[in-house]
């Protein structure tokens, strides 16, 4: 992926990033830093705090969408490198459900940083997310 710098779909000058080596064979391709196609998925199920993403060297992980569900009541949250809260504590109910999104994104790690996931009670819980590598 290269940076380019340049003009985004906002007007300001910005770095973009690119796929592709530049030339006529295999020209850049330019994903807007705020609508951008290029997302990645995370899952995990578990009942104890977890990774969720690995760390991408260079790279911040910028979270789309989560969705959480829990089979018993308690409090879950999200790490960076798995010391730096992201989120708030999130409280979940027994058979609950949390589901937020945003085109711009809800949070981020740290630049080289994975993100865990941090329970506080006893439940399986499974988490899901849409991201993407900045």
């Given amino acids: 992926m290269a940076n380019l710098y340049g003009r985004d779909a906002l007007g300001a000058d910005s770095y973009l990033s690119a796929t592709g080596s530049g030339t006529n064979a295999d020209p850049f391709v330019v994903a807007h830093d705020v609508f951008c196609s290029i997302q990645k998925s995370a899952f995990i199920a578990a009942s ?56 711009l994104g809800l949070f981020e790690s740290g630049t080289g940083e994975k993100l865990n996931v941090v329970l506080d009670g006893t439940a399986n819980y499974t988490t899901f997310v849409s991201y993407r590598e900045v």
């Fill in 48 to 103: 104890g705090n977890a990774d969720l993403i690995a760390a991408v060297t260079g790279k911040k992980l910028k979270v789309m969408a989560i969705a959480v569900t829990a089979s018993d009541a308690c409090t879950i949250k999200v790490q960076s490198a798995g010391s730096t809260d992201k989120t708030p504590a999130w409280h979940i109910a027994p058979s609950g459900n949390l589901t937020l999104a945003s085109d």
